[in-house]
């Protein structure tokens, strides 16, 4: 069983950054791919970032890419989403999720097992 709590939300102007963190409990942390997500105001929950077992690899959606970065440090348990030149179109509640037998990453919000609470990110104008 994984347990994933995020941290770091708050508000920014635009073009302000945050970095996000996910702490995740387990011995089968490492083993698993993680990604980002969120969910904005009267929109469905999209797709932002993800990142393979070992963090070799990494996928951002259109919308973020050049301005996220998504990492992790197993040795901590720790998933990351740096952002920066945020935009107020980021603004949502951003969900760490954590997958269930694969260490392969994926855009799918099908594929993640493992989900923290979120936290809100408000970009102002």
């Known amino acids: 069983q994984v347990q994933l709590v995020e941290s770091g939300g708050g508000l920014v102007q635009t073009g302000g950054s945050l970095r996000l963190s996910c702490a995740g409990s387990?011995?089968?942390?490492?083993?698993?791919?993680m990604g980002w997500f969120r969910q904005g105001p009267g929109k469905e929950r999209e797709f932002v970032a993800a990142?393979?077992?070992?963090?070799?690899?990494?996928s951002h959606a259109d919308s973020v890419r050049g301005r996220f970065t998504i990492s992790r440090d197993n040795a901590k348990n720790m998933v990351y989403l740096q952002m920066n030149s945020l935009k107020p179109e980021d603004t949502a509640v951003y969900y760490c999720?954590?997958?269930?037998?694969?260490?392969?990453?994926?855009?799918?919000?099908?594929?993640?097992?493992?989900w923290g609470q979120g936290t809100q990110v408000t970009v102002s104008s």
């Open positions: 990142i393979n077992w070992s963090g070799s690899m990494t």
């Open positions: 999720a954590g997958r269930r037998w694969s260490g392969n990453y994926s855009p799918d919000v099908e594929d993640y097992y493992y």
């Open positions: 387990g011995s089968t942390f490492s083993m698993y791919g």
